[in-house]
Every structure is written in C-alpha cells, then in structure tokens.
C-alpha cells in the first residue's frame, strides 16, 4: 500500500506539490496524468525518497520513508522518466548489479535474471553491452532490474516513453499480471490511452494539486456529459481556471 499524507514540496517560490493526499491500495494500479510542469516527477521523486518533501509523509507498505528510508525502499521498484544505465556492463551485469543491491539470494539470481530477460525479449542480448542497446531495449532492462527483488510497490514514470508497440503491449500485460499477484502500481504518464486501458484508479494533477480523482467514469462525470473518452476528460478538467479545495485520494 502507498500512502501520502499531506505532502507539499517547494522549489524557491515554485509549489511544485501542494498538500497532495493519497492512498493506493495492494494490487491497484493508479495513474498519476497532469500537463508538463504540475508536480508529476515531483511526487514520483518522493515516493521513491530521492528527495524529501517540506512537509507531509509518505509510508510504502506502513513503513514511513522518512524515518526509514532503507527499509521503504527495499520495497519499491522504481523507474525513473530518465534512467541511469552503466552501459560499459552487459546486461547481465546490470541485473547482479541491481540484484546485489537489493540483497537478492545469489542461488536464485541466474534463474530470476534469465527468466526475466527472456520475458522482456532480451535473452538473446543478455551478454552484449548496454551502450549497444536500441532505447527501447534499455528501457525494458531498467524495468527488469526493478522487479528483480520482486517489490510490493512499482513506481514508475513515463513507462511507455521509446518502446515500440510489441513492447508496449508487453509492458501493459506485465504490470496487468503482476497487479493481480498483488504488486501495487503508481504510474505516472502522459499516454493517456494507456491509463485508459490499465489504470484502475486515475488521479490527476495541475499545479501541484490533486484536482480529480477516482475511476475513468468519474473522470467523466466529472469533467462533464460530453467526455467520450480520458482524453477529452482531462482536457475540460485542467482547462478550468478555478479549482475548489485540494482533493484527497482514496480508493477505497
């Protein structure tokens, strides 16, 4: 479970994140949309503890990520919109790399590592270097290396950016299945068809306030009769200029 209590996050005079109030419950995937520049990335980089928010909390499966960072992170499985690959190392590589880092059991490390490349089509590439790799190809070894400890929280930002429709369509199915194991999913994306088609919850935020919440029809009614469909839905909620007090998120 994710919980954010009251989070606010400044950048000099910028409220990047304005008393942000959420909960995402085991084996939920909820999608975080928002127009560039509303406090997305922000959040993400709390949730995942790279940096700590002024104000408010956050607790990864009860465990509060200010008190005990290690142990929260132990948790997360995180993919950042811009992620950092040693692209001197083979793919392999990287997976014992990761692996060492979140302590995972050497005698189960070679299966674990193999059956995951295999899934993310790239076996047959697991001994070549990364800086070979096509963009897609790193993008699908950095979310291999996030559910290698096998997280109860996955965290991702932009997770469709530079993959081609056969890896999109494997990256939906994935985090469809693992959702139903019980890993719970903080997505945040501008593809708006993909919240569409595996969010089960959709928040969205504009100018670091959560300013609609709930499933995609609520984010129609919300935004009105005449929203056919999440895109159109987003478009008449952060049109509007004034919006009332914060809202707090719970999908309960």
């Not at 959420?22 to 999608?31: A, C, E, H, M, S």
């Not at 465990?63 to 190392?89: C, Q, T």
């Not at 790239?122 to 070894?141: C, N, T, V």
């Not at 939906?172 to 299945?177: Q, S």
């Amino acid at each position: 479970m994710i919980e954010i209590e009251n989070i606010t996050k400044r950048y000099g005079k910028t409220l990047a994140v304005d008393r942000l109030n959420l909960t995402v419950r085991p084996g939920k995937i909820f999608g975080f949309i928002g127009p560039n520049g509303a406090g997305k990335t922000t959040t993400i980089k709390i949730l995942g503890g790279l940096i700590r928010p002024d104000s408010g909390r956050v607790r990864i499966c009860g465990i509060d990520m200010a008190e005990s960072p290690e142990a929260a992170k132990m948790k997360i499985g995180f993919v950042p919109d811009r992620p950092y690959l040693y692209e001197k190392l083979t793919g392999m590589e990287f997976l014992r790399f990761t692996a060492d880092l979140y302590r995972v059991d050497e005698k189960q490390l070679v299966q674990k590592s193999e059956s995951l490349l295999d899934r993310f089509s790239l076996i047959d590439w697991k001994d070549e270097l990364i800086e070979a790799y096509s963009h897609g190809m790193k993008q699908r070894l950095i979310m291999a290396s996030a559910i290698l400890h096998d997280p109860e929280i996955f965290i991702v930002d932009e997770p469709m950016v530079g993959l081609d429709p056969a890896g999109i369509r494997m990256v939906k199915e994935l985090f469809v299945d693992l959702a139903g194991r019980g890993i719970t999913f903080f997505i945040s994306t501008h593809t708006l068809t993909v919240a569409e088609e595996i969010c089960d919850i959709i928040g969205v935020i504009n100018k670091g306030k959560l300013v609609a919440y709930g499933t995609n029809n609520d984010l129609k009614i919300r935004s009105g009769a005449s929203a056919e469909d999440l895109e159109s839905a987003f478009l008449a909620i952060t049109r509007e200029e004034t919006f009332g007090p914060p809202v707090s998120g719970n999908d309960s």
